[in-house]
């Protein structure tokens, strides 16, 4: 906890500093490239929001952010450390500034929620075991869970298990969050307490917030700026007014959710399929162009 | 041609495999002996409850089966012993062969079986849920965090395991001595000191430590090769498994070979 924190400027109004910087970001997989050449600043205190379809590679980017996967070119700085060529000890020293929860979660099964989320405080911190004790209860207060300290992630919801890697996200109160869909699979009251937590931590501390959402209004609400990922390329940015009145085709085709056209075949043999089987309904939620 | 490609290739892809043993191995060594020294934290409860884990929780099924191994020894020993009138040669046969050979080698097959399988399911497991990823976002090592407490575990409980089972064997022996070739209990025991040399117990020892490491390596490896997908944790299991007790035999091998040459000069 003894890395250098870079002077924030002075006067608001000025450009605001940029925390992280990506150029012409590539990640193959093999022969395969699914991320063909991403470009992408994120200011201080900017809650940036990445919208995509599935498999457009919103996760493999942000797994590239905190330094899990290796780019097969390009260049990522955040703050003053290019992610690509970081010695050990300056990876292990941002990591102690970012807080992550992954898109399953990814709780440590052999350990209680109370221990999930106290871990990285006792391990990097010299806390006394009862401050960290409060703090876990914050923490999980904050998401909803308090109460269920002692359950081990497997006797949790899906849902639960969700808020709880969150929680454990801020543990270390950290400078950076990534969240890959925090609020898939929750209901809505919930997703919509996600949302407020967001926008709370973004004033309160001036967190820098990033978030894979396919929540369209969540996305609207927390968004300072937002991005359309389309198979691996950036394809639209803007903050959220600009990308509500965009013209842009696949903008508006993400946002006014128009299926794809070739899905057309794949529906009417799904309602051939429902006619035989006597339901004669249409699958929900398609709306053909 | 053909043939030699591929000999090359399997050779090849044998020495990055050990590669990759020996650079597990190596940094679990670093934080188990030298970041201990720079202010980073030891995990002693975690190389406590893992040797609980591979030692304490194995007793029972490895006083059975080398008990078993004990009074097999001696029922084969004793098939050949007394076509010589040798029946009372019997409790240095078992003992000898106990402590040297067999106590060792049981006690790394019912570990691999035990703990090797376990080590390789748990990381796989944790890599195939990204805990492996969520570890190293929280910048902790996962070599220093899952794999040197367990390494701390098996180079302490292996030679403990192994005297045990030393021990039960030569129980084993007893029993058919006592039933089957006329000695005392107290005679069995007595001339099985007699015949053991504290040579026999320390390379017996010696080997189990190198097996623990192999283990350990072994299975914290396969683990973290698993890929993405459930039914690829089975697959690193049973990888841990064969690979293991392939090289727990060959590295038998070669220490019993190496002890040969250097016990007779
Ligand atoms: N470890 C991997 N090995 C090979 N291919 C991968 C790997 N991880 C991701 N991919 C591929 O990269 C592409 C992008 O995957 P990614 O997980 O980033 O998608 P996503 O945008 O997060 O999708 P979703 O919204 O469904 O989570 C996919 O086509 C996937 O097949
Ligand atoms: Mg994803």
Same mark, same amino acid.
């Not at chain 1, 010299?126 to 904050?142: G, N, P």
């Not at chain 2, 000191?193 to 320390?202: E, K, S």
């Given at each position: =906890?003894? +890395?250098?924190?870079?002077?924030?400027?002075?006067?608001?109004?000025?450009?605001?500093?940029?925390?992280?910087?990506?150029?012409?970001?590539?990640?193959?997989?093999? $022969?395969?490239?699914?991320?063909?050449?991403?470009?992408?600043?994120?200011?201080?205190?900017?809650?940036?929001?990445?919208?995509?379809?599935?498999?457009?590679?919103?996760?493999?980017?942000?797994?590239?952010?905190?330094?899990?996967?290796?780019?097969?070119?390009? /260049?990522? /700085?955040?703050? $003053?450390?290019?992610?690509?060529?970081?010695?050990?000890?300056?990876?292990?020293?941002?990591?102690?500034?970012?807080?992550?929860?992954?898109?399953?979660?990814?709780?440590?099964?052999? =350990?209680?929620?109370?221990?999930?989320?106290?871990?990285?405080?006792?391990?990097?911190?010299?806390?006394?075991?009862?401050?960290?004790?409060?703090?876990?209860?914050?923490?999980?207060?904050?998401?909803?869970?308090?109460?269920?300290?002692?359950?081990?992630?497997?006797?949790?919801?899906?849902?639960?298990?969700?808020?709880?890697?969150? #929680?454990?996200?801020?543990?270390?109160?950290?400078?950076?969050?990534?969240?890959?869909?925090?609020? #898939?699979?929750?209901?809505?009251?919930?997703?919509?307490?996600?949302?407020?937590?967001?926008?709370?931590?973004?004033?309160?501390?001036? =967190?820098?917030?990033?978030?894979?959402?396919?929540?369209?209004?969540?996305?609207?609400?927390? #968004?300072?700026? =937002?991005?359309?990922?389309?198979?691996?390329?950036?394809?639209?940015?803007?903050?959220?007014? +600009?990308?509500?009145?965009?013209? /842009?085709?696949?903008?508006?085709?993400?946002?006014?959710?128009?299926?794809?056209?070739?899905?057309? $075949?794949?529906? $009417?043999?799904?309602?051939?399929?429902?006619?035989?089987?006597?339901?004669?309904?249409?699958?929900?939620?398609?709306?053909?162009? | 041609?053909?043939?030699?490609?591929?000999?090359?290739?399997?050779?090849?892809?044998?020495?990055?495999?050990?590669?990759?043993?020996?650079?597990?191995?190596?940094?679990?060594?670093?934080?188990?002996?030298?970041?201990? %020294?720079?202010?980073?934290?030891?995990?002693?409860?975690?190389?406590?409850?893992?040797?609980?884990?591979?030692?304490?929780?194995?007793?029972?099924?490895?006083?059975?089966?080398? %008990?078993?191994?004990?009074?097999?020894?001696?029922?084969?020993? @004793?098939?050949?012993?007394?076509?010589?009138?040798?029946?009372?040669?019997?409790?240095?046969?078992?003992?000898?062969?106990?402590?040297?050979?067999?106590?060792?080698?049981?006690?790394?097959?019912?570990?691999?079986?035990?703990?090797?399988?376990?080590?390789?399911?748990?990381?796989?497991?944790?890599?195939?849920?990204?805990?492996?990823?969520?570890?190293?976002?929280?910048?902790?090592?996962?070599?220093?965090?899952?794999?040197?407490?367990?390494?701390?575990?098996?180079?302490?409980?292996?030679?403990?395991?192994?005297?045990? @089972?030393?021990?039960?064997?030569?129980?084993?022996?007893?029993?058919?001595?006592?039933?089957?070739?006329? %000695?005392? %209990?107290?005679?069995?025991?007595?001339?099985?000191?007699?015949?053991?040399?504290?040579?026999?117990?320390?390379?017996?020892?010696?080997?189990?430590?190198?097996?623990?490491?192999?283990?350990?390596?072994?299975?914290?490896?396969?683990?973290?090769?698993?890929?993405?997908?459930?039914?690829?944790?089975?697959?690193?299991?049973?990888?841990?498994?064969?690979?293991?007790?392939?090289?727990?035999?060959?590295?038998?091998?070669?220490?019993?070979?190496?002890?040969?040459?250097?016990?007779?000069?």
């Amino acid at each position: =906890m003894n +890395e250098q924190i870079p002077p924030r400027n002075a006067a608001p109004g000025l450009e605001p500093e940029t925390v992280i910087s990506v150029r012409d970001l590539r990640v193959q997989f093999g $022969d395969r490239e699914v991320l063909h050449g991403i470009d992408l600043d994120v200011g201080r205190g900017e809650t940036l929001v990445i919208l995509g379809g599935s498999g457009s590679g919103k996760s493999t980017l942000l797994r590239v952010l905190v330094g899990l996967q290796e780019p097969s070119g390009g /260049h990522i /700085h955040i703050r $003053d450390v290019d992610l690509c060529r970081a010695t050990p000890a300056e990876l292990a020293a941002y990591r102690k500034t970012l807080g992550i929860s992954f898109q399953g979660g990814a709780l440590f099964n052999s =350990m209680t929620v109370a221990e999930n989320v106290a871990l990285p405080l006792r391990e990097h911190t010299s806390l006394e075991e009862s401050t960290i004790q409060i703090m876990v209860r914050l923490k999980l207060e904050e998401v909803g869970l308090a109460g269920f300290e002692d359950y081990f992630p497997s006797q949790l919801s899906g849902g639960m298990r969700k808020r709880a890697a969150v #929680a454990r996200a801020l543990a270390m109160d950290p400078e950076i969050l990534f969240f890959d869909e925090p609020s #898939a699979g929750l209901d809505p009251i919930i997703a919509a307490g996600i949302d407020q937590l967001i926008l709370r931590l973004k004033e309160a501390f001036h =967190m820098t917030v990033i978030v894979v959402t396919h929540e369209l209004a969540s996305a609207f609400l927390i #968004a300072d700026r =937002m991005v359309l990922i389309e198979k691996g390329n950036i394809i639209a940015s803007g903050p959220p007014a +600009e990308f509500q009145a965009s013209t /842009h085709p696949r903008v508006r085709q993400f946002l006014d959710r128009v299926a794809e056209p070739e899905i057309e $075949d794949e529906l $009417d043999y799904l309602q051939l399929l429902t006619e035989t089987l006597g339901a004669g309904r249409r699958p929900r939620g398609s709306k053909v162009r | 041609m053909e043939l030699t490609v591929r000999i090359g290739r399997a050779t090849l892809a044998g020495l990055a495999y050990l590669g990759g043993l020996a650079r597990l191995g190596l940094r679990a060594a670093y934080y188990a002996f030298v970041a201990p %020294f720079r202010g980073k934290p030891m995990r002693f409860q975690r190389a406590v409850h893992q040797s609980m884990a591979v030692g304490v929780e194995a007793l029972p099924i490895l006083s059975l089966i080398s %008990f078993f191994i004990g009074v097999i020894l001696a029922l084969q020993g @004793a098939y050949e012993l007394r076509k010589f009138g040798a029946l009372n040669y019997v409790s240095s046969a078992v003992a000898i062969s106990m402590t040297r050979e067999l106590g060792p080698l049981i006690t790394a097959i019912v570990v691999i079986g035990r703990s090797g399988s376990a080590f390789a399911a748990e990381i796989g497991t944790m890599k195939v849920t990204e805990e492996i990823d969520a570890l190293e976002t929280m910048a902790l090592d996962p070599v220093q965090f899952l794999v040197m407490p367990k390494f701390l575990a098996m180079a302490l409980m292996l030679p403990c395991l192994t005297t045990w @089972a030393d021990s039960m064997g030569v129980f084993g022996g007893a029993l058919f001595g006592v039933a089957g070739a006329g %000695f005392t %209990f107290r005679g069995y025991l007595l001339s099985t000191f007699d015949a053991l040399q504290l040579r026999d117990i320390t390379t017996g020892l010696i080997k189990s430590i190198v097996f623990g490491g192999t283990i350990t390596a072994v299975g914290c490896y396969e683990g973290f090769r698993t890929g993405a997908g459930p039914e690829q944790v089975g697959r690193s299991t049973t990888s841990a498994v064969v690979a293991s007790i392939f090289l727990v035999i060959a590295v038998d091998l070669v220490f019993t070979a190496m002890f040969y040459v250097l016990g007779r000069g």
